[in-house]
């Protein structure tokens, strides 16, 4: 059973930084699609960044251009680079992951269930 735990989360102004990690017993990257979730308060969970076994990568309108995705293999770790933070990105954050092949829109994998998930870690933004 493959297993993922994220880490770096806490707080930030507006306009600051945060890099979020998700360290995971997964060795075969390449057979998972792995992604990054938050839920706020009294909002539905919503996915924020996404990437494929190979590389191919989805972000939410409403992160894109600010927050990046990326794997760093040799650790087995994701990450989230979250840059010019705004207190609408205060949420609790999950890393997840799930089997997953080729798709032919990287967003569709929105529409799959994730069943890797992580415990979470807060993010708050102040103004």
């Known amino acids: 059973q493959a297993r993922v735990a994220e880490s770096g989360g806490g707080s930030a102004q507006a306009g600051g930084s945060l890099r979020l990690s998700c360290r995971s017993s997964?060795?075969?990257?390449?057979?998972?699609?792995m992604a990054w979730f938050r839920q706020a308060p009294g909002k539905e969970r919503e996915g924020v960044a996404g990437i494929t076994g190979h590389d191919a990568i989805t972000y939410a309108d409403s992160v894109q251009g600010r927050f990046t995705i990326s794997k760093d293999y040799a650790n087995l770790t994701l990450h989230l680079q979250m840059n010019e933070l705004n207190p609408d990105d205060t949420a609790t954050y999950f890393c997840?992951?799930?089997?997953?092949?080729?798709?032919?829109?990287?967003?569709?994998?929105?529409?799959?269930?994730?069943?890797?998930w992580g415990q979470g870690t807060q993010v708050t933004v102040s103004s």
């Open positions: 997840a992951a799930r089997k997953g092949g080729t798709l032919a829109r990287t967003s569709n994998m929105w529409n799959y269930e994730f069943n890797v």
């Open positions: 997964i060795v075969t990257y390449s057979d998972y699609w």
